[in-house]
């Protein structure tokens, strides 16, 4: 392969890799470093120069900056990584639990020390049971039996770096990082943004329809009493024994 086929074949690659909206919006940190990796190799490999990893580098930036802030106003979902209390709808009783994809019965873990596994993508999630291998859909954060019966997923916790941290649950720590990840946003301070992302998310507070936390409509509104945000949707679960 010559120098010029080898950039063209590596820069399609690439580009196959900017240009994948499915990876960008399900795994938007990810996907920034996995661009920005790339055409590193490009330049200690002499196929780009300089400015033109410059150029790329961009390019994968606002392809990120552009993802956060659709994913800022998207549906609440399932977030690998996440802990969750799987509650029966009908009773709010756990069942179980899943840590990070894997499954565990609230009655006793299996034979190998769990029950089961979450599988798919985001647009395609099922758990899979070990002991019959039958399959429960999950939409957003409802997981849904073959009889039809419903269960919530009820985030206690998130995986970040390696780290399990505790949802926010106070309204002044949410505010703070909710203040903390806008000035990362406004000034594209990635670092700082990619630990507050997640833990917003998972937050059990979520910004307020009605004065959406613009400063000159939160003070009067009556919807979140001036703070912008609001609850989301509490389950107290119960145990199933």
């Not at 406004?186 to 507050?196: K, N």
């Not at 979520?206 to 400063?215: I, S, V, W």
Request: hydrophobic fraction near 40%.
């Amino acid at each position: 392969m010559t120098p010029t086929e080898l950039k063209t074949a590596w820069l399609a690659k690439w580009r196959r890799t900017l240009d994948d909206g499915v990876y960008r919006m399900d795994h938007p940190e990810a996907h920034r470093v996995s661009c920005r990796l790339e055409a590193l190799d490009m330049l200690e490999a002499g196929v780009i120069d300089q400015m033109e990893k410059l150029e790329m580098d961009e390019l994968a930036d606002a392809a990120y900056w552009h993802a956060v802030e659709e994913l800022a106003t998207a549906a609440e979902g399932y977030m690998f990584g996440g802990h969750y209390d799987v509650v029966r709808k009908a009773g709010a009783v756990c069942i179980g639990r899943i840590d990070a994809n894997t499954y565990y019965s609230a009655s006793g873990p299996g034979a190998d020390g769990f029950d089961g596994k979450v599988f798919g993508t985001k647009h395609d999630l099922r758990l899979v049971f070990r002991r019959n291998d039958e399959a429960w859909p999950i939409k957003g954060l409802l997981l849904t039996a073959p009889c039809g019966e419903l269960y919530d997923l009820v985030q206690t916790a998130q995986v970040i770096n390696g780290k399990v941290y505790p949802i926010i649950c106070d309204a002044d720590a949410y505010r703070t990082v909710v203040d903390c990840a806008q000035i990362a946003l406004e000034e594209h301070d990635f670092e700082s943004y990619r630990i507050a992302r997640p833990l917003l998310v998972t937050a059990k507070f979520t910004k307020c329809a009605a004065c959406l936390d613009r400063f000159g409509l939160r003070e009067d509104c009556m919807n979140c009493a001036g703070q912008g945000f609001i609850p989301k949707t509490s389950i107290q679960p119960t145990s199933s024994a």
